[in-house]
T-cell receptor, first 116, second 112 residues
Framework: GAVVSQHPSRVICKSGTSVKIECRSL??????MFWYRQFPKQSLMLMAT?????????EQGVEKDKFLINHASLTLSTLTVTSAHPEDSSFYIC????????????FGPGTRLTVT | DQQVKQNSPSLSVQEGRISILNCDYT??????FLWYKKYPAEGPTFLIS?????DKNEDGRFTVFLNKSAKHLSLHIVPSQPGDSAVYFC???????????FGKGTRLHILP
């Protein structure tokens, strides 16, 4: 149990376009989802925390107008990178938490975004 | 400013021997520490954790040691197996409900 999926696994987009990444909890209801970004040989950095039905809380230095997060249901959160630039190229990972299972965060497999 | 530091980018260990992965932290407010294992193209999976009120937690082949005075923790894997080859992330939280702060990871290679 506690499976989290992400779609797509890889995406290439042109500079200036927007791209949406989906994060789904497949066998549990995730009241809270987290979005992380990992640059090569760097740690996973938390970008934002989203609670179902409310606005996401962004970490310092993360532009909320650039990284739009929607958590409209208990099983789906989306991250939209708007007006993407090459420096947005990174590995984006989501995680989800079900309070009924405790505080454990279950991670998705990640999405590799390349902006050309 | 890196609050959780893993100073060894990689480590190679002979199969059957003990693997020791180290981690240092700077924030004395951290109350809970976790280790995650990550294979390529997969998300991190939880391995083992320890609360700041303990100095050791053991789960099968995995043991985590915490030295609060030194702000240091280590993960011991014994005996090491080929399937243990992965990237290991050390992580910390101020409380169980708080965000997770990750280190940069250590790539462990288990040699046959």
């Amino acid at each position: 149990g506690a499976v989290v999926s992400q779609h797509p696994s890889r995406v290439i987009c042109k500079s200036g376009t927007s791209v949406k990444i989906e994060c789904r909890s497949l066998d549990f209801q995730a009241t809270t989802m987290f979005w992380y970004r990992q640059f090569p040989k760097q740690s996973l950095m938390l970008m934002a925390t989203s609670n179902e039905g409310s606005k996401a809380t962004y970490e310092q230095g993360v532009e909320k107008d650039k990284f739009l997060i929607n958590h409209a249901s208990l099983t789906l959160s989306t991250l939209t990178v708007t007006s993407a630039h090459p420096e947005d190229s990174s590995f984006y990972i989501c995680s989800a938490r079900d309070p009924r299972r405790g505080f454990e965060q279950y991670f998705g497999p990640g999405t590799r975004l390349t902006v050309t | 400013d890196q609050q959780v530091k893993q100073n060894s980018p990689s480590l190679s260990v002979q199969e059957g021997r003990i693997s020791i992965l180290n981690c240092d932290y700077t924030n004395s407010m951290f109350d809970y520490f976790l280790w995650y294992k990550k294979y390529p193209a997969e998300g991190p999976t939880f391995l083992i954790s320890i609360s700041s009120i303990k100095d050791k937690n053991e789960d099968g082949r995995f043991t985590v040691f915490l030295n609060k005075s030194a702000k240091h923790l280590s993960l011991h894997i014994v005996p090491s197996q080929p399937g243990d080859s992965a990237v290991y992330f050390c992580a910390a939280q101020m409380n169980r409900d708080d965000k997770i702060i990750f280190g940069k990871g250590t790539r462990l290679h288990i040699l046959p």
